[in-house]
Nanobody, 129 residues
Framework: EVQLVESGGGLVQAGGSLRLSCAAS????????IGWFRQAPGEEREGVSS????????YYADSVKSRFTISSDNAKNTVYLQMNSLKPEDTAVYYC??????????????????????RGQGTQVTVSS
């Protein structure tokens, strides 16, 4: 059974930090790009960041560049999203997703199309002003 389980969300004040984790199981981790999306109430889904499995190349939405960092621990089949300098507009449900393909193009596709073959249930991030 394929599972993507997010954790690490919560309530934080503006300027604070959170680290999200996405634990993957049930598929060959090295064959997939992993990405993070977010969706706020009444808003469209937005691609936040993605990472390719072959080269470990990372990609970010302009809105989070220099504040968020994605990383992967392939030994643990886990991807992390370190979020610093959080803003109220970062408030959303954050989803982890996996898209087939280990190359950089697959990671870019995952970020910009913000759809994957598998997706987790999401974790709420709330940033208070």
């Amino acid at each position: 059974e394929v599972q993507l389980v997010e954790s690490g969300g919560g309530l934080v004040q503006a300027g604070g930090s959170l680290r999200l984790s996405c634990a993957a199981s049930g598929f060959t981790f090295d064959d997939y790009a992993i990405g993070w999306f977010r969706q706020a109430p009444g808003e469209e889904r937005e691609g936040v960041s993605s990472i390719s499995s072959l080269a470990g190349s990372t990609y970010y939405a302009d809105s989070v560049k220099s504040r968020f960092t994605i990383s992967s621990d392939n030994a643990k089949n886990t991807v992390y999203l370190q979020m610093n300098s959080l803003k109220p507009e970062d408030t959303a449900v954050y989803y982890c997703a996996a898209g087939y393909g280990g190359d950089d193009l697959s990671a870019l596709r995952l970020l910009h199309l913000h759809e994957g073959d598998y997706r987790g249930q999401g974790t709420q991030v709330t940033v208070s002003s």
